[in-house]
């Protein structure tokens, strides 16, 4: 099995930046997308941003320019900086990674437990 464990979200005020990571453990024999998405009180989750295994990049709309995502290989953990942060920028955040996994080399998604960010003065 796989666990993914993430860190880094609390309160902040207007403006204010904050470091999310999560990082893997367990049979892995590699990952290849590794994803961020958010979900506000009684909306849907939405992606973020996500990096590839060849660390290609890609960002919602709504947080070009703020936010910036990148992954530690040899960690297995993929951070997401989050700067200029607005009160629209609070949810509860949840990493995704598409890990392949033994015996099959089957790709499967596993989700993070989610950490809260919450924007407010």
């Given at each position: 099995q796989v666990q993914l464990v993430e860190s880094g979200g609390g309160l902040?005020?207007?403006?204010?930046?904050l470091r999310l990571s999560c990082a893997a453990?367990?049979?892995?024999l590699?990952?290849?997308?590794?994803?961020?998405?958010r979900?506000?009180?009684g909306k849907q989750r939405e992606?973020?941003?996500?990096i590839s295994s060849r660390g290609r990049t890609n960002y919602a709309s709504f947080v070009k320019g703020r936010f910036t995502i990148s992954r530690e290989?040899?960690?297995?953990?993929?951070?997401?900086?989050?700067?200029?942060?607005?009160?629209e920028d609070t949810a509860v955040y949840f990493c995704k990674f598409e890990?392949?996994?033994p015996p099959r080399f089957m790709e499967v998604d596993f989700w993070g437990q989610g950490t809260q960010v919450t924007v407010s003065s």
């Open positions: 902040v005020q207007p403006g204010g930046s453990s367990g049979r892995i590699s990952i290849n997308d590794m994803g961020w998405y979900q506000a009180p992606l973020v941003a996500s290989n040899t960690k297995d953990t993929v951070y997401l900086q989050m700067n200029s942060l607005n009160l890990v392949v996994v």
